[in-house]
C-alpha cells in the first residue's frame, strides 16, 4: 500500500491511499462484506479495514502482490477445504492480484463469522 497521507484513519482514507488499480478490487470486498453482513460495523485496527459487530470478525490489507484477508483462525479453520487454492495461515489468507478475487467465498466467510460472533 502506497501512504500518502500517514497511517489511515477510515477505511475510505485506507482505499484512498492505495493504488487506483485496487481501489476498485477493494471497494467491492468491502461492499461483499456489507452485503454478507449488513449491521457491520468499520474501523482501522492494526492499521488494516476491519469489519466488526461484538468482536473483529474479519480484516483485510493489500500487499504488493496480494490482498490479505484475515477471518482469524476460526473462518480460516471452517473454510481451509476452499481456501486450499490459496497460500493461507493460521489466521490469514492471501489473494493473489493476478487471480479473480473469491467474492463468493469472502461472503460465505463472513456470514460464517457472523454466526459465530452472535452465539
Known amino acids: 500500500m502506497e501512504e500518502k497521507k500517514g497511517h489511515p484513519l477510515t477505511v475510505d482514507e485506507y482505499i484512498e491511499q492505495c493504488s487506483k488499480d485496487v481501489q476498485p478490487i477493494l471497494q ?9 453482513a449488513p449491521d457491520i460495523k468499520e474501523k482501522i485496527s492494526y492499521q488494516m479495514p476491519a469489519f466488526y459487530l461484538k468482536g473483529t470478525l474479519v480484516w483485510f490489507g493489500v500487499h504488493k502482490n496480494h490482498i490479505g484477508f484475515y477471518p482469524t483462525g476460526e473462518g480460516i479453520e471452517a473454510f ?4 486450499s487454492a490459496y497460500k ?21 466467510i463472513v456470514k460464517y463469522r457472523v454466526a459465530e460472533d452472535l452465539k
Do not use: N
Open 88 to 108: 493461507w495461515s493460521k489466521g490469514a489468507v492471501q489473494f493473489p492480484l493476478d487471480k479473480p478475487i473469491p467474492y463468493d467465498l469472502i461472503s460465505r
Open 28 to 36: 467491492k470486498i468491502r461492499a461483499v462484506i456489507h452485503e454478507a
Open 80 to 83: 481451509k477445504e476452499k481456501l
